[in-house]
């Protein structure tokens, strides 16, 4: 079966910049969450959508907004980028959300601010 | 929230085992630990998880004692192939909604020729 689809895989944006990425899960799967990972701190959870509606946020600013469609595919969205905001970008599908090891991630979006 | 803490990083050679140890002091009675392993560029991809004693699979072993405040991941004979970034997560599988699972930094494993 087809993986966790994440486009683009890179990216690069300059500061104030917004950023749209695009996440595809797994057929079948209805719950996206979102990750930001750095060399420095790790995986940071974002947020999770479930059916269309955002089930749970990590401790992000406003910038950092998402969004789930009927057909589960998500997207999540940075304005006004900052350098910070370097990082990679990834998103994980699974059926419930509920399950620790039913999470399947994508291979992530390279973001990279000037 | 179930905080875990795992070494940063570990060396080891071809052929050798290789034993992770991650501690977990708060788990719950409900609370599973799994494991997760992570080549660079690429998202992490699930290896083995379990509630109590030992688990094995294909890949790994995880034990885990009776107070289940620790947990040790065991890869047996490592190659080159098996250096990456392995996460411990405890969780509740039951949690009715809003896990926020923290992932921390890992531990980075360096397999040497």
């Known amino acids: 079966k087809a993986g966790v689809t994440q486009t683009p895989r890179y990216l690069i944006k300059t500061r104030g910049q917004q950023v749209t990425l695009s996440c595809s899960p797994i057929?079948?799967?209805?719950?996206v969450s979102w990750y930001q990972q750095t060399p420095g701190q790790g995986l940071q959870f974002l947020f999770e959508?479930?059916?269309?509606?955002?089930?749970n946020k990590g401790n992000f600013p406003g910038r950092f907004s998402g969004r789930q469609f009927s057909n589960s595919r998500s997207e999540m969205n940075v304005s006004t980028l900052e350098l910070g905001d370097s990082a990679l970008y990834l998103c994980?599908?699974?059926?419930?959300?509920?399950?620790?090891?039913?999470?399947?991630f994508g291979s992530g979006t390279r973001l990279t601010v000037v | 929230l179930a905080k875990t803490t795992q070494p940063v990083s570990m060396d080891s050679y071809e052929g050798q085992e290789v034993n992770i140890t991650c501690s977990h002091n708060n788990i719950a009675t409900n609370d599973y630990i799994t494991w997760y392993q992570q080549f660079p560029s690429q998202g992490p991809r699930f290896i083995i998880q379990g509630y109590k004693t030992k688990v094995t699979n294909e890949v790994a072993s995880l034990f885990i004692p009776a107070d289940r405040k620790s947990s040790t991941l065991s890869l047996p004979r490592v190659s080159l192939s098996d250096t990456a970034v392995y996460y411990c997560l405890v969780g509740d599988p039951g949690t009715g909604n809003n896990r926020k699972l923290i992932w921390g930094l890992g531990t980075s494993l360096a397999v040497n020729p």
């Open positions: 959508y479930f059916s269309e509606t955002q089930r």
């Open positions: 057929s079948g799967h209805r719950s």
């Open positions: 994980a599908s699974s059926q419930s959300g509920r399950r620790l090891d039913g999470y399947t």
